[in-house]
Every structure is written in C-alpha cells, then in structure tokens.
C-alpha cells in the first residue's frame, strides 16, 4: 500500500510537471544560436515556436521602433506631417558626429523632413536621429522614457523601465544621460514582449513597414546634397525568403537582435531573434532568424478552413430556438505543427442581438489547437463569426421566463 501511494504521488507530480510546461510551450523549440527565438503565426497571434521567451535581453537599436511607434502615432493624429521641417538642435548635431555612437550627421543648418529623420533612424538606425524624434514627441529624453514606459504599461509589458530612446546603453547617452538611471542601464525586454511591440505596429500603422522595409534611401547631407542610407537588415535582400522589415540590434556584450516579417509556407509570420552570438558577427543574426525558418518550414505546414466552416451551437436566450448556428465569417489560412490534429474553436462570444441574418457576423470565438492552445500574443487569437441563418428573437414571455431561470 505504501509503494501504491508513492507511485500514485510521483504520477501526479509528473501531471502537474508536464501540465504546468505544456501550458506555455509552442508546436517546437528552434535550436538557435541566439539566447532567444520566438515564432508568431500573424494570422492567428498563436506563438508557434519558442526559446527562452520569456526572459529580458538587451534590446540595442531594436528599441528604436518604439520611439517610431510615436511618430506614426502622431501624424496619424495630425500633430505631425511627413513633410514637416525639423531644426536641429545644437547639442543633438553635436552628438551626432560622435562616430563611437552615431553613424548619420546632423547638422543646425540641415533642412530635413520628419520622412528623412524617419528614414535615417529606421534604415541605418541612426542613433541621433531617433533622440531628435524623442524630443520632438516628448520634449527631452527623460519625458520621453516617461512616455514609452507608459505605453509599454498599456500594451501588457509593466516595469520596462525604458532608458534610452536609442537603445544605446545609458553611459553611452552622453549629454543626455540622466540621475535617473545608471550608466549601466539599458533597454531589456523579452522576446514575446518585442513580439508585443510589433504585433501592435503592424496592427495600429502598417505603414511604418514602408519604412523599415526600404534597402536604401536618399538623406539630405546637409551641404546641400544627399548621402545614400542603407538598410541595416540584410535579409532584406534575401532570395529565398521575403522579408518586410522590421529592425535589427546590437549590444556587443551580449549579442545582436533581429524583429523580421516573413512568411512559412505563405503564411505570414513575425520572427524575433535576440542576443544572437558571436557579437561581432555581421551576418550570425540573419542566419540565425533563416535556420529558424527553415526548421519552421520543415516543422509546419500551412491549412485553410474555408469561410462557412462549422463553429458549433451558441447558447442564446434572445433567439427563439435558444441558440444560433456559426460558422468562420471569413477563410482562414494557419499554420499546423505536422503531428498536430486540425484546431477546433471555443468560447463564442456573441457581440450582436437578434434577429439576424444568415451570413451575417454576430461575434467571435477563439482558436483551441491540439498543441497549447493558450500560446497567443496577447489580443489576438480570436476569428470572427457568422450565423449560418436567419434567425428571429423570441416573444417577450420567453426571454423574461430564460432570463430569470437560464
């Protein structure tokens, strides 16, 4: 009896063991040789490979797509335009001719246009550029990580504690280093925190991809002509896969980082790489974010479920029958890991009222994958449904009588 109670205790630590990792694993772990490596299905936000992705690396120059981030924000607004001069302050030229940290020169005189400045942080990311977009948003740099932090704190990344708009470490701001943070500090976030800042980029201004997504551009070279800036993302050039942005970084110390667009098998997908090593390696990160994709390819495969496609029966006290038929409102295109049985969907949330027409979408339901189906960029994970057909509102009796007995 003693030993029947031992076995019956180890078999349920290791259900507690393997339910407690399941819950967070994806379809398959890339061997990468970065620290971190995560892989996102854009059409349905489900995490579909992973490695240390939940641990806070060095950022470097991928921060820059936050202060980006801003900018689209604001001529979204209308507080800015893209043709809108910007004067450069003389501190901020200054810095910018520190060839140990800067790599565009700005200049008082200079005339340059949000576009360029834009363009200089983006493509070459340039470290000036994007402290002048930071003072243009914020003021100063030090209400700028007021703000980024704040943002942060509103798309589910609390405590980022945001010190550089630049991403260069804090002893490297020069001028603008701040009491608030010592000189050690630097922008640390986790790979599945990056995939965050992406997913709402793409989601909120696309646009910014036009950006990111350019091999070169023309820059005003303050003289009165122009210098050529090149894209710091290699892969952009690459034959095999397409790829659509969106920044690369570098902390020597500890590795350099890629945030990539690309697609597995047609399906979109948002791949982050950080920490990738040897630092001083100019090509290790992209062929670090390729064997990723590779493995991924070879890992998964792409399925349609084709608009109509049956949800199942949704309670609903207001329909006379006491329930509404749906079904996928729109084809979806997935990606499935190849042991993995085609994904069911629950929790229908309904999000109109009767009567309704059939073929119209009333709500949505969440994507349930054999494999981990809680493994979604947070916001995401949900499809849009329709009812399959008509449906009319019960009498009044009816809907008092199931609104107070179920």
């Known amino acids: 009896m003693r030993r029947l109670k031992q076995a019956v205790m180890v078999l349920m630590a290791m259900v507690m063991v393997l339910g407690s990792t399941s819950a967070s694993a994806a379809v398959f772990t890339p061997e990468t040789s970065s620290t971190a490596a995560l892989l996102v299905d854009l059409n349905t936000g489900r995490i579909v490979a992973e490695k240390n992705g939940d641990e806070r690396l060095p950022l470097g120059s991928v921060s820059k797509l936050v202060v980006a981030y801003f900018i689209e924000e604001a001529v979204a607004e209308g507080k800015l335009s893209w043709d809108q001069k910007i004067k450069i302050k003389p501190k901020l030229a200054e810095y910018s001719h520190d060839m140990s940290v800067a790599t565009v020169p700005l200049y008082v005189d200079g005339e340059y246009t949000l576009e360029d400045l834009m363009n200089a942080t983006l493509l070459p990311s340039s470290n000036s550029a994007s402290l002048v977009l930071a003072d243009l948003i914020a003021g100063d740099q030090e209400k700028f990580n007021e703000m980024a932090n704040e943002k942060l704190a509103s798309w589910g990344i609390p405590d980022a504690n945001w010190s550089s708009a630049s991403g260069l470490p804090v002893g490297a701001l020069g001028p603008f280093q701040t009491d608030t943070y010592h000189e050690d500090d630097m922008n640390r976030l986790s790979a599945r925190e990056v995939a965050i800042i ?165 709500g949505s339901a969440k994507w349930q994958f054999s494999t981990k189906s809680d493994n979604y960029l947070p916001g995401v994970g949900t499809v849009k449904v329709m009812t399959d057909e008509d449906v009319e509102p019960a009498n009044w009796f009816v809907r008092t009588w199931r609104s107070i007995f179920g």
Do not use: C
């Open 198 to 362: 992406a997913g709402r980029i793409m989601q909120d201004y696309p646009h910014m991809l036009t950006f990111n997504g350019k091999i070169t551009e023309q820059f005003p070279d303050g003289k009165g002509g122009y210098v050529k800036l090149e894209n710091t993302n290699e892969l952009l050039k690459d034959k095999e896969f397409k790829v659509l942005g969106m920044k690369t970084g570098t902390i020597l110390e500890y590795g350099k980082n890629l945030v990539a667009k690309t697609s597995i098998h047609g399906v979109p997908v948002l791949s982050v790489v950080l920490n990738a090593r040897p630092a001083d390696s100019e090509t290790e990160v992209f062929t670090t974010s390729k064997n990723m994709w590779h493995q991924a390819s070879a890992q998964l495969k792409a399925e349609t479920l084709d608009r109509g496609t049956t949800v199942s029966d949704v309670k609903d006290n207001q329909a006379a029958a006491g329930q509404a038929s749906v079904s996928l409102a729109k084809k979806q295109s997935f990606l499935l890991g190849v042991q993995e049985d085609m994904p069911k969907f629950d929790d229908v949330k309904l999000t109109s009222e009767v009567p309704y027409k059939a073929g119209e979408t009333i």
